[in-house]
């Protein structure tokens, strides 16, 4: 497998190099496989998430404008390629960390709309989700209070990883107040309804992805800073490694091609895939349509043919050989307009080649 080579010189090159540092692009090998449209989603939002469970893709949340939750739970079934709307969750919020487990789907934390001005309110709410009798289960709240986390299962234990949360007196976070970024560590036990905290990520951040691998979790992407686009974060192109066995973290791994947030993820072949996400900075608001692979056991990174519309707050989930990728904003947050797509694209893999 090659790796790609930059070459640099003169003063621009010495800081070039110094980008590049830590980032490992591998060439060719998987850059294969196609995208196809799939049945657009119904009710087109931003800020959805996705998990599978039973082969069907199960999709929840959303946002409408001024923060408010939406509360949607959609399913999709691959063999007719239809979906059908299922009763609301038990608690409209957004931005919470969504895992699969024995056919079951883990929804802990996230943010709440208040009953006076609008803001993020963080929530510490844990939930069952089983989508053979569309019902919901209160579960033990979780230690922390936190939204816009990421979660793994590992050994039967669903790991809760990092996200944004208030500082002091504040029930929640907002652009225009202090917040911060942590990385925080929570482990659940489904069996016993239980949870334990464990060593925190190196770098506080939230927005990020994560998925597990060979028995490790490795956490991509994400904001540093707080918790909104528009202002007080930086996106990042850090890549962590967390062994629970050891509960330990690794020295940071090879950097994903493009920073950013807001981002959807599946794994496929012991690779992670990674699509969407946003950025801003003083000149530019924008998405992402990138769509770059991770591999673990090489800790190189490799560009995949790009998302066919560029988007945000997008949901995602790995069933049989496609990554499904789900609606979510084509603008980044703030740019004075709302355009959601209902876009229901998926990567398919193909044999041997990815």
């Known amino acids: 497998m090659k790796q790609a080579k930059i070459g640099v010189t003169g003063s621009g090159g ?53 923060w408010k939750p939406r509360a ?8 007719s390629d239809r979906w059908t709307k299922k009763k609301p969750m038990a608690l409209a919020s957004h931005h919470m960390a969504l895992a699969e487990y024995n056919g079951k789907i883990y929804s802990f934390g996230g943010f709440v709309l208040p009953a006076g001005p ?16 569309d019902a919901w289960k209160a579960l033990a709240p979780m230690p922390t209070k936190r939204g816009a986390a990421h979660a793994a299962v590992v050994n039967n234990k669903i790991y809760v990883i990092g996200g944004g949360v208030a500082v002091g007196d504040a029930t929640g976070i907002h652009p225009a107040r202090p ?16 949870w334990r905290e464990r060593t925190p990520m190196p770098l506080p951040r939230n927005h990020a992805t994560a998925a597990a691998v060979n028995g490790k979790i490795y956490v991509i992407g994400g904001r540093v800073g707080g918790g909104f686009i528009t202002g007080g974060s930086s996106n990042v192109d850090v890549v962590e490694e967390y062994d629970p066995a050891k509960d330990a973290w690794g020295p940071p791994r090879a950097k994903m091609p493009s920073a950013r947030s807001a981002i959807a993820s599946g794994v496929y072949g012991g690779r992670i895939y990674v699509t969407g996400g946003e950025g801003q ?51 980044s947050a703030g740019t004075g307009v709302h355009v959601d797509a209902e876009a229901h694209d998926a990567f398919v893999f193909e044999a041997g080649k990815n």
């Open 118 to 133: 609008p803001s993020w309110v963080t929530i510490d709410n844990s939930w069952e989700y089983d989508p053979a009798t």
């Open 281 to 331: 900075d003083a000149q530019r608001m924008w998405t992402f349509r990138s769509l770059e692979a991770y591999d673990p056991a090489t800790n190189t990174w490799h560009v995949l043919p790009s998302l066919p519309v560029s988007r945000h707050g997008l949901a995602g989930a790995v069933i049989g050989n496609r990554l499904h990728i789900v609606s979510g904003a084509v603008q």
């Open 179 to 194: 917040h911060k970024s942590t990385g925080m560590v929570e482990e659940y036990d489904p069996a016993t309804n239980t």
């Open 72 to 79: 949607l739970v959609y399913e999709y079934d691959p063999a």
């Open 14 to 66: 010495k800081y070039l190099a110094a980008l590049l540092l830590g980032l490992s692009v591998a060439t060719g090998a998987l850059a294969q496989g196609k995208w196809i449209k799939l049945a657009p989603f119904p009710e087109p939002s931003e800020e959805l998430l996705g998990a599978a469970a039973s082969g069907k893709l199960y999709v929840f949340a959303g946002l409408a404008p001024d």
